[in-house]
């Protein structure tokens, strides 16, 4: 069933702009420290401890752009890595830390003749200024949405203080993509198993939020939000029955019932549980994604990106809903000819 026509789009991918770590290194933008050491950065938040080195795809958009080629991909979308969002910094240092790397992420998917586009990163200290900023990326930096951490130094994202971001993500039409960052509430889990943390925390930490956003109300309250859970929605799809068995929501709905209005990214890497996850939720709520920078599996002789949904026994209806004509729509992409 594979294709060799570059229409596809990649939902899930990092970067990070070397013109905006070279200008907080020169500048010292909210005492955040960086240093350079050949093609690698170096980053260390106020009171924090040095992050892992920042460089190679996730710095390199020529090298992007010619594996997206590689992959029949025509578009792909892109967040900062999450080591980056700045959720740390105080509210106003963190409303200007976003502000400036939107700017950046803006500025360098433009020169990629519309095959980049960029996801808005927000700080959530102050959800009226978060909102703002969601505002400000869509409607003057033409973003296609946000990804949110799943965790945060405070509070959670099932607080009602932050419905102000919620409420504009719905009117503004622009999908919400969740990701568990590197630090959170399941690291201590993995402190005897550090190699699992990477497979296994962050979708423990998409799971639970997600759980938490359906039983709290937060999509009752705002049932137009398009929320995407990337990693084929952690373990959340597969145990839905249990939810159910065990969980209420305010609606009265069943939990399940839920979770096939979610989006979910196709960061599985199994045919089997891919072909699980479609029949679960539908080919319309399920989209490639790759998590290019991040992801090893992109290093040279990658595998196919398709190559899980190519093992699945899809039609080729269902096939071009998920590589590409789900996320022209629901992030308003040109459509593919």
Request: hydrophobic share 40%.
């Amino acid at each position: 069933m594979s294709s060799n026509r570059i229409d596809g789009v990649d939902i899930h991918a990092h970067a990070v702009p070397t013109t905006f770590l070279d200008e907080v290194r020169r500048s010292g933008l909210c005492n955040v420290e960086v240093e350079a050491e050949g093609d690698r950065y170096f980053l260390t938040f106020p009171g924090r401890k040095q992050l892992r080195p920042i460089g190679g795809n996730m710095t390199d958009f020529e090298r992007r752009l010619t594996w997206m080629d590689e992959q029949t991909m025509r578009h792909q979308l892109i967040a900062p890595w999450l080591d980056v969002h700045g959720q740390e910094l105080a509210p106003a240092d963190g409303s200007v830390w976003v502000r400036q790397l939107n700017d950046a992420m803006a500025e360098v998917v433009s020169g990629a003749n519309g095959r980049l586009h960029a996801y808005a990163t927000l700080h959530l200290g102050d959800a009226e200024s978060a909102a703002r900023e969601l505002a400000r990326a869509v409607e003057e930096l033409g973003m296609v949405g946000c990804m949110l951490p799943t965790h945060l130094p405070d509070g959670t994202l099932y607080d009602a203080r932050l419905d102000p971001v919620w409420e504009a993500a719905q009117s503004l039409n622009v999908p919400v993509v969740l990701h568990g960052p590197t630090e959170s509430p399941s690291s201590p889990y993995f402190a005897d198993a550090p190699q699992l943390r990477g497979v296994f925390g962050r979708t423990l930490d998409s799971t639970v939020t997600a759980a938490m956003l359906i039983t709290t109300g937060v999509l009752d309250r705002f049932p137009g939000l398009q929320l995407v859970l990337v990693h084929g929605g952690g373990f959340l799809p597969y145990q839905a029955g249990r939810m159910d068995a065990q969980l209420s929501t305010p609606s009265g709905d069943p939990p399940s019932e839920y979770v096939t209005r979610l989006y979910y990214d196709t960061v599985l890497m199994s045919p089997h549980a891919l072909q699980f996850l479609i029949d679960l939720v539908g080919a319309d709520r399920v989209m490639i994604g790759s998590d290019y920078a991040a992801n090893p599996a992109e290093r040279d002789s990658p595998p196919p990106l398709t190559k899980a949904l190519d093992s699945t026994s899809v039609n080729h209806a269902t096939r071009s809903k998920i590589i590409h004509e789900t996320a022209e729509r629901s992030f308003r992409l040109p459509v593919s000819g």
